[in-house]
């Protein structure tokens, strides 16, 4: 079995790579090599470092938890769209002229569907609660 910081880094990376669709928890542990009751201690411990975000989710019948990272890594692709990149008034843009990121519409635009690109993914960070992968854990902490 891995030791668990490994485990939390190893965990941490491979959600964070899920991006906004997430990761089922057991299959997470299930990608890892990790038992259920290990991967439950460390799905919490990154959620109360506040690294992730865990969803209660229904799967085939039983209560599960989604991983979401709480934040991403920037990447090229999240302005390659950008209007700004391929703008003929770019090199006169300026927040001072008449030409400004202030007052620009195609800017407001692309940053309002971002935001509606963002409210469209699952919502923020929800109560902590038992499911069966934590009662098994909080079972075996019990002997
Ligand atoms: S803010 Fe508007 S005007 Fe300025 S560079 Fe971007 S798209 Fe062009």
Same mark, same amino acid.
């Given at each position: 079995? /891995? ?18 669709? $997430? ?9 890892? $090599? ?53 703008? /003929? ?5 300026? /927040? ?16 309002? $569907? ?9 919502? $923020? /960070? ?18």
């Amino acid at each position: 079995m /891995p030791k668990r910081n490994d485990l939390e880094q190893k965990a941490l990376h491979y959600v964070v790579n899920t991006g906004y669709q $997430g990761v089922l928890q057991s299959d997470l542990w299930r990608e890892l $090599g990790a038992s259920s009751r290990e991967g439950s201690r460390v799905s919490i411990k990154l959620e109360e470092k506040g690294l992730i975000r865990r969803e209660k989710e229904l799967q085939e019948g039983r209560w599960t938890y989604r991983l979401y990272p709480k934040r991403l890594p920037t990447s090229i692709e999240t302005i390659v769209d950008c209007p700004c990149l391929l703008c /003929p008034d770019n090199a006169r843009c300026d /927040p001072t002229t008449a030409i400004s990121p202030k007052s620009c519409p195609r800017l407001t635009d692309w940053i309002l $569907g971002l935001v509606k690109e963002v409210l469209a993914t699952p919502e $923020g /960070p929800s109560e902590p609660s038992i499911t069966e992968d934590d009662s098994v854990a909080e079972g075996l902490d019990q002997k």
